[in-house]
């Protein structure tokens, strides 16, 4: 994402370990590739940003870059200002 230019996050690489529970009940399961979104932005003001209420905030063109790739358990709300 920070090729594209977004601001107030970094993206780094994690390794994700699955314990012996989920490899018994669901050995078939591949998963794909996990990155950490370490956000440093202000809420309102960079592309990310976390609100005073500790809710992630996105800038409109971030969202609607994750809207493409769907959002499926993602709650959102307007974010006025008055919660940075």
Not at 12 to 31: A, G, M
Not at 56 to 84: H, N, Y
Request: glycine residues 8%.
């Amino acid at each position: 994402m920070s090729k594209i230019g977004f601001t107030g996050a970094t993206f780094v690489p994690v390794e994700v370990i699955t314990s012996e529970d989920f490899r018994e009940l669901q050995p078939e399961v591949e998963l794909p590739s996990f990155v950490w979104l370490k956000v440093n932005g202000k809420a309102g003001h960079d592309d990310f940003g976390i609100a005073k209420n500790l809710n992630l905030v996105l800038s409109e063109r971030v969202f609607d870059v994750f809207d493409e790739r769907g959002l499926p358990s993602a709650t959102i709300k307007p974010f006025d200002g008055r919660q940075e």
